[in-house]
């Protein structure tokens, strides 16, 4: 957690060495203080250079979303899907862009070298007005949660990837129809074992293999979703309107990777090539963009309708070499729930730990496990795998990819410089918020109603 002291507040904050620093008033910063260089200050042992983040990001925002990019487009309907995936593309990376851009306005301001996502929200309340303060630390709690409920949602996602790649290749060899929630129920002590190690360290053997799994997974499976073609008029090109919120939570969950953010920017070597131009985050958002667009245009021009949730899951059930790419993923989607647990077990026990001090190893192995079993209670309970991944996106991705970033802005700005000749961004932030309030509402309702049915 990062760390300051304002001479306005008098409210303790941390910066990245965990120090305490005063954060100054912004007329008297420069002339007593000088410039203040946030990468100056960055006591990093190995610092990423831009390229090391944008195979990070890529890494980050390139994951099993890309899979159900077909079946988001059944939601909208070729044409509509096409060019709302580029909007919701665009409208994701200049979110992140503002978000970025308001955590180095903070950093000079407050002169720290960096700060986490949720240490973003609580320094953006402390340099609003007076009447914000007292929300400083109800908005770190509230990041902190949906990151939670986010990252733990998608493991309960992964199970459902995991589990209906493998039933269908099960059910090919050995003739049988099992429940996919007996599957899921199978990967409970696998899971457990490997989600006991607690240190990343011996978890990135898994995150290689899983690369690679997934890199020929989809290779293959581009393969398959490029051949003989249909003509374009042979789908819908626009849905009617009811559909399109399963098309917003189904995008945004695939597209949105704002939880990689803050972490790959606070390690950079040269912070301010992060959002500069071109800059790091518009070419790797660009080139996910695209490839999302195009692997969502091919598989739903492909399949049609009848998409599967998965698009492996579309591909031919009697093909050795199909086969392979359902085990692939499966394989490749098992490891990566490791790698997503990691982070809201951290959060998690960061914030109980002290109330397990007589014996913490034994408490947090509780926790990991009993964390574990949760998502694989709830994959069971809601085996609806596409109304799952809307309801996440819906959920979790509008408060922290589209509204919380708007509201950091806001705060951000609202006394130092204020809005005066800058009302645009005002209005602008509005409509992000009630943009994400709308998807958020209306994707929840339609996600829920379709678990129901189902």
Same mark, same amino acid.
């Given at each position: 957690?990062?760390? =300051?002291?304002?001479?306005?507040?008098?409210v303790?904050?941390?910066?990245?060495?965990?120090?305490?620093?005063?954060?100054?008033?912004g007329?008297?910063?420069?002339?007593?203080?000088?410039?203040?260089?946030?990468?100056e200050?960055r006591?990093?042992k190995?610092?990423?250079?831009?390229?090391?983040?944008?195979?990070?990001?890529?890494?980050? #925002?390139?994951?099993?979303?890309?899979?159900?990019m077909?079946?988001? +487009?059944?939601?909208?309907?070729?044409?509509?899907?096409?060019?709302?995936?580029?909007?919701?593309?665009?409208?994701?990376?200049?979110?992140?862009?503002?978000?970025?851009?308001?955590?180095?306005t903070?950093?000079?301001?407050?002169?720290?070298?960096?700060?986490?996502?949720?240490?973003?929200?609580h320094a953006?309340?402390?340099?609003?007005?007076?009447? +914000?303060?007292?929300?400083?630390?109800f908005?770190k709690?509230?990041?902190?949660?949906f990151?939670?409920?986010?990252?733990?949602?998608?493991?309960c *996602? =992964?199970?459902?990837?995991?589990?209906?790649?493998?039933?269908? &290749?099960?059910?090919?060899y050995t003739?049988?129809?099992?429940?996919?929630?007996?599957?899921?129920?199978?990967?409970?002590?696998?899971?457990?074992?490997v989600?006991?190690?607690?240190?990343?360290?011996?978890l990135?053997?898994? @995150?290689?293999?899983?690369?690679?799994?997934?890199g020929?997974?989809?290779?293959i499976?581009?393969?398959?979703?490029?051949?003989?073609?249909?003509?374009?008029?042979?789908v819908?090109q626009?849905?009617?309107?009811h559909?399109?919120?399963m098309? +917003?939570?189904?995008?945004?969950?695939?597209?949105?990777?704002?939880?990689v953010?803050m972490?790959?920017?606070?390690?950079?070597?040269?912070?301010?090539?992060?959002?500069?131009?071109?800059?790091?985050?518009?070419f790797?958002?660009?080139?996910?963009?695209?490839?999302? @667009?195009?692997?969502?245009?091919?598989?739903?021009?492909?399949?049609?309708?009848? &998409?599967?949730? #998965?698009?492996?899951?579309?591909?031919?059930?009697?093909?050795?070499?199909?086969?392979?790419?359902?085990?692939?993923?499966?394989?490749?989607i098992?490891?990566?729930?490791?790698?997503? +647990? =990691? *982070?809201?077990?951290?959060?998690?026990?960061?914030? *109980?730990?002290?109330?397990?001090? #007589?014996?913490?190893?034994l408490?947090? =192995?509780?926790?990991?496990?009993s964390l574990?079993i949760?998502?694989?209670?709830?994959?069971? *309970?809601?085996?609806?795998?596409?109304?799952?991944?809307?309801? &996440?996106?819906?959920?979790?991705?509008?408060?922290?990819?589209?509204?919380?970033?708007?509201?950091?802005?806001?705060?951000?700005?609202?006394?130092?410089?204020g809005?005066?000749k800058? #009302?645009?961004?005002?209005?602008?932030?509005?409509?992000?918020?009630?943009?994400?309030?709308?998807?958020f509402?209306?994707?929840?309702y339609?996600?829920?109603?379709?678990?129901?049915?189902?």
């Open positions: 957690m990062n760390n =300051y002291k304002s001479e306005k507040n008098d303790p904050v941390q910066n990245g060495n965990g120090s305490t620093v005063p954060l100054v008033d007329t008297k910063r420069d002339e007593e203080l000088g410039p203040y260089d946030p990468s200050h006591k990093l190995h610092p990423t250079s831009d390229l090391d983040t944008l195979i990070h990001l890529l890494k980050g #925002s390139l994951g099993s979303g890309i899979l159900s077909p079946l988001a +487009f059944s939601h909208a309907g070729l044409g509509m899907g096409l060019a709302c995936t580029i909007l919701i593309g665009v409208i994701c990376t200049y979110c992140v862009h503002i978000l970025v851009k308001s955590a180095h903070l950093y000079k301001r407050n002169r720290v070298p960096a700060l986490g996502f949720a240490e973003l929200a953006s309340f402390l340099a609003g007005p007076p009447s +914000f303060h007292p929300w400083a630390q908005a709690a509230m990041i902190n949660f990151l939670v409920i986010d990252l733990l949602g998608c493991c *996602v =992964y199970i459902g990837f995991v589990s209906k790649n493998v039933k269908q &290749v099960m059910d090919f003739h049988t129809d099992y429940d996919v929630r007996i599957y899921m129920a199978a990967l409970l002590p696998i899971l457990i074992a989600n006991l190690i607690r240190n990343l360290k011996y990135s053997p898994f @995150s290689m293999l899983a690369n690679i799994l997934i020929t997974g989809m290779g499976t581009f393969y398959y979703i490029s051949q003989d073609l249909p003509s374009v008029q042979s819908p626009f849905v009617e309107i559909e399109l919120p098309f +917003f939570g189904t995008a945004i969950f695939a597209l949105e990777g704002i939880g953010v972490p790959l920017e606070n390690n950079m070597k040269n912070p301010a090539h992060f959002i500069g131009c071109p800059g790091v985050l518009n790797g958002m660009a080139f996910v963009v695209i490839l999302y @667009s195009v692997t969502g245009f091919l598989g739903f021009l492909k399949y049609g309708k009848g &998409v599967e949730s #998965s698009i492996t899951l579309s591909l031919p059930k009697d093909e050795p070499l199909a086969q392979s790419v359902k085990l692939m993923i499966a394989v490749a098992f490891f990566t729930y490791s790698l997503q +647990f =990691y *982070v809201p077990m951290q959060i998690i026990w960061k914030n *109980v730990k002290t109330k397990f001090t #007589s014996r913490p190893n408490s947090e =192995y509780v926790i990991r496990i574990i949760l998502t694989v209670v709830l994959a069971i *309970v809601i085996p609806n795998l596409s109304g799952f991944i809307s309801l &996440v996106g819906a959920v979790c991705l509008s408060m922290l990819g589209l509204i919380f970033p708007a509201i950091i802005e806001s705060v951000t700005i609202y006394e130092e410089p809005f005066g800058y #009302s645009w961004k005002l209005y602008k932030n509005i409509f992000l918020i009630i943009f994400g309030l709308i998807g509402i209306t994707g929840t339609v996600s829920i109603i379709e678990i129901l049915e189902s």
